[in-house]
């Protein structure tokens, strides 16, 4: 099959959309399949053009048997509104012009965020003849609106409008999670038979429980300490302040000789945490660190004793972290500090991978913690349902089974 895949986040942006579309590309070209890439110049989560990139309309590169096209967009580090508009307009219209001389694909996947790719999506449906697949990693504008990045009416009701259109204009949309087709069928009216579950997956081959004295232990100095890990993005729907905050409260305890905290994130962010930290007074008890290659991601993993995944309580409730399929094939117990019954919740309750504790309380979390520190056997226990959980729903190769029998029916008109 010839498959196009519209995203406008794609390696070598190392979090977010951008490792699971390459890895989908990469997974359907071994599989035989000619597969390009409608994509951004890379700048996220900078937001600043990588500089092998810079000063560039369109650049084609392959890379693992995925033919690459990317194309410019207008960024800022600071988006506002005004400024993520700017972003999305500039990709809608680079990478249309872009899309009008490739070849004739049998189906286009595209993805939201950002959800003003449809238009182009849909267009270019139109003009070559062929289905359209919306991969949908978050629901917006609800998720922007809850979080307070847009607050306009009138640019809330536009983005409704672009939502619905969106969702009628795609032949198929695939849910990642069920608080997602929940979403779709039960508040957007959307068919069921329109709407096809495949989990965001980790890659259990690479992913694996593994011995805890790793490198990225030993480096940061972690060798005999209780190790609660946060690794990802730092934005507006995480909180990790939660974690600092209950870092602070672990301070004059017995526990602070072997507890520590553990953020993994992009240098701009930490520089933020780093004075929180220093005005907290636990720049002890929480390490601060950059983002590893992702080659040494596993054994990050596996430096943790316990993995965090921390939201707002103002996250929309059907949004579900990447960053849980990780920790479950890594085989470490989870502390979420994540809404109570929202989708992430429900998958570490069901997996009964860890515990969950109602977000943006820090006792909470440093409580559920420490039950773990004392009580080592639950959290291994917690490690390895986890794991089978993991292997049983997140799996790459079921995840590629699943895409590519959903393109397969698409493009035979089925």
Known sequence: MKILIYSYNYAPEPIGIAPLMTELAEGLAARGHEVRVLTGMPNYPERQIHRAYRGKLYARERVNGVRIDRCYV???PKLGLVGRMVLDGSFVLT?????????????????????????PAWILGKLKGCPTVLSLQDILPEAAVATGLVKSQKAIRVFEQLERFCYWSADAIVAIAEGFMDNLRDRKGIAADKIELIYN???????????????FRRDNGLSGKFVALYAGNIALTQGIETVVKAAALLKGRPEAETVRFVIVGMRERLAELQTL????GVEDLVILREFVPPQERPQMLAAADVGLVVQKRNVV????????????????????SVPLTGTAARAVTEAKAGVVVPPEDPQALLDAV?????????????????????????SYATALDRYEALFQRLAKGV
């Open 201 to 215: 997956w980790a890659d259990v081959d690479t992913i694996v429980p593994m011995d805890p004295d790793t490198p």
């Open 95 to 119: 990478s249309f012009v872009r899309s009008l001389g490739l070849w004739r694909p049998d189906v286009i996947l595209f993805t939201s965020p950002p959800l003003p790719v449809c238009v």
């Open 317 to 336: 409730a059907f949004n579900m972290p990447s960053k849980t399929q990780g920790i479950m094939a890594s085989g470490r117990a989870i502390v979420a």
């Open 370 to 394: 420490l039950a773990l520190h004392h009580d080592r056997d639950r959290a291994i226990a917690y490690g390895k349902a986890g794991r089978q959980w993991a292997e049983a729903k997140y």
């Open 74 to 76: 207008r960024v800022r």
């Open 277 to 280: 930290c220093r005005d907290k």
